[in-house]
T-cell receptor, first 116, second 112 residues
Framework: AQTVTQSQPEMSVQEAETVTLSCTYD???????LFWYKQPPSRQMILVIR??????QNATENRFSVNFQKAAKSFSLKISDSQLGDAAMYFC?????????????FGTGTRLKVLA | NAGVTQTPKFQVLKTGQSMTLQCAQD?????MSWYRQDPGMGLRLIHY???????DQGEVPNGYNVSRSTTEDFPLRLLSAAPSQTSVYFC???????????FGPGTRLTVT
């Protein structure tokens, strides 16, 4: 069975600095999708970034980028120029691409604090 | 375009009571799902649907029922609430398997 592990329950970063949140996963599948979601105190889940496993190029969205290492089964999120509004819980998620399945597995989350 | 809406936002139930959490989306998404979020456990899939009339169990389906009579609505029913069902519940929808999921604002449910 697939698993997603976020080994950092909490991280802190100074405003304007860079922080990296780690995520590892375990799967025997070759095709899948990976996501990072942000959950601010409002509780609303918001997509940060998405990566397709068959694409070697790392996804980027403005200040957010990922380091996708398929062989190592690692999917870390880098936040550059951290802002106070980045403070939130961040969840890594795995989604199988196998037709007929709907496995969507979330990690336990990393709480990011941004220090002014 | 309201996205994914959930009602109610908060609910307190007594053990043994039943209730339905409502979820609706106006994006014509085929895929809809229900999750529960518990401290330290991330989100866990309860039930999901890949289209009207088609539902299936997720990781933690016991104690919950769902139906999907229309593309827009996907209610979650608790037939006999138990304290173990105290949680925050999220409904989500997506256009396809690989696309991002859009989440509702969540329902905080407390069972006493």
């Amino acid at each position: 069975a697939q698993t997603v592990t976020q080994s950092q329950p909490e991280m802190s970063v100074q405003e304007a600095e860079t922080v990296t949140l780690s995520c590892t996963y375990d799967t025997s599948e070759s095709d899948y999708y990976l996501f990072w979601y942000k959950q601010p105190p409002s509780r609303q889940m918001i997509l940060v970034i998405r990566q397709e496993a068959y694409k070697q190029q790392n996804a980027t969205e403005n200040r957010f980028s990922v380091n996708f290492q398929k062989a190592a089964k690692s999917f870390s999120l880098k936040i550059s120029d951290s802002q106070l509004g980045d403070a939130a819980m961040y969840f890594c998620a795995y989604r199988s691409a196998i037709s007929g399945t709907y496995k969507y597995i979330f990690g336990t989350g990393t709480r990011l604090k941004v220090l002014a | 375009n309201a996205g994914v809406t959930q009602t109610p936002k908060f609910q307190v139930l007594k053990t043994g009571q039943s209730m339905t959490l409502q979820c609706a989306q106006d994006m014509n998404h085929e895929y809809m799902s229900w999750y529960r979020q518990d401290p330290g456990m991330g989100l866990r899939l309860i039930h999901y649907s890949v289209g009207a009339g088609i539902t299936d169990q997720g990781e933690v389906p016991n104690g919950y029922n769902v139906s999907r009579s229309t593309t827009e609505d996907f209610p979650l029913r608790l037939l006999s609430a138990a304290p173990s069902q105290t949680s925050v519940y999220f409904c989500a929808s997506s256009y396809s398997r690989g696309n991002e999921q859009y989440f509702g604002p969540g329902t905080r449910l407390t069972v006493t």
